[in-house]
């Protein structure tokens, strides 16, 4: 399964079957359309659309669904909605906005992640700090930071406060993130910086 960034928080799955846009911030069916999605997941205030004329099929509210030979759960939170969505045995897990508290509930609810997609909101140090405590409790195989926006200099751009807060050494972004089959159960989480493709 490949993953691609396309800017802002959205984030394209390429599957054996099927073609997921994953957007917690609102896509719409024709964005996804465009992209060539077969499922779009998430859209702030979407409703769900499972049997729709044409375009993509549209999972945006709690709930367990299977759709071309995809999973996704929507965890309800209390400021949104979080998604998991599994693809090629791939747990791909994106967040809105991020909970103030994770109980025990939700963990279990959430499951096994194998890769967490998170906005900065434009690397605002609190939020930075926030994330990194969500990547601390979710303990995901890979985290694949969004909502920023790419400077030459990373040191000096949006990101800077994120590679700080989780201590990378080195940084580069790479065009997409392949994975085969779950990674989880890792001890360290790998972060990827993937670039934007518009």
């Known amino acids: 399964m490949d993953i691609t960034w396309l800017g802002g928080d959205t984030l394209l799955l390429r599957g054996r079957e099927a073609k997921v846009l994953v957007d917690p911030s609102g896509s ?7 992209a060539g999605a077969d499922i779009l997941v998430g859209g702030l205030g979407a409703k769900n659309l499972l049997r729709p004329e044409s ?23 209390r400021e949104g909605t979080a998604f998991v969505t599994e693809v090629d045995e791939v747990a791909v897990c994106s967040f809105g906005a991020l909970p103030t508290e994770i109980s025990e509930e939700m963990l279990e609810a959430l499951g096994v992640i194998d890769v967490l997609a ?23 195989a890979v985290m694949v930071p969004t909502g920023y926006e790419p400077a030459a200099d990373i040191a000096t751009g949006e990101l800077a406060a994120f590679v700080k807060e989780m201590g990378l050494a080195q940084v580069s972004a790479q065009a997409k993130l392949t994975l085969t089959g779950s990674a989880g159960g890792t001890e360290d989480t790998r972060v990827t910086i993937l670039e934007p493709r518009r």
């Open 55 to 77: 375009g993509p099929q549209v999972v945006a509210r709690p709930g367990e669904y299977e759709l071309h030979g995809v999973s996704v759960r929507g965890v309800a939170l």
């Open 28 to 34: 719409d069916p024709e964005s996804a359309a465009r």
């Open 118 to 140: 998170v906005s900065l909101l434009g690397g605002a140090p609190s939020r930075t700090v926030a994330v990194a405590e969500l990547v601390a409790r979710l303990e995901p």
